[in-house]
């Protein structure tokens, strides 16, 4: 799976998205401009111990991104999404794409995209859920749906002897 960062603005966010690509093998995309130095001593304390295990690329634009997998499948997590992410079938090396905290996808490329635009159900006087969390949600329900590809799994089947 990859995961993209549309010029992400809070450095503990990023650390945290980074350890769960990491723990999770996930490739980390991030499209500047960021909102932080890549140093930034919240960014790598989010992160913790990981950033050994993290495979990570930097982006001057989203357009280089689409340009660069052409042929990949794109998810874009918006409020505005008409369809439930659980609603997808996700592929093992599909992108799911994420906007900044305070203001989430520009609308040009929602509006590009309007058919791959997902949503984690809300109450509706809820803004939004932090980015960290959302990361996690869809990346959790597209790998659970291809059986967690490459991760250690413990069984919970029961052993009737």
Not at 84 to 102: A, H, P, Q, R
């Amino acid at each position: 799976m990859h995961l993209v960062l549309v010029q992400p603005e809070i450095p503990a966010n990023a650390g945290n998205v980074a350890r769960t690509c990491a723990v999770t093998g996930a490739v980390l995309h991030l499209v500047k401009p960021l909102g932080f130095s890549v140093d930034d001593k919240h960014l790598k304390r989010a992160g913790l111990d990981y950033w050994h295990m993290l495979k990570v690329y930097y982006h001057e634009s989203f357009d280089e991104v689409l340009a660069a997998y052409r042929g990949h499948q794109f998810y874009f997590a918006t409020t505005k999404g008409r369809r439930v992410y659980t609603e997808v079938k996700y592929g093992v090396d599909d992108f799911l794409v994420f906007g900044k905290e305070t203001s989430g996808l520009p609308d040009e490329i929602l509006n590009r995209f309007p058919e791959q635009c997902i949503r984690i159900p809300m109450v509706n006087d809820a803004r939004s859920l932090n980015l960290s969390n959302s990361v996690a949600i869809v990346l959790y329900e597209a790998l659970r749906q291809n059986d967690f590809p490459g991760l250690q799994k413990i069984s919970t089947k029961r052993n009737n002897t």
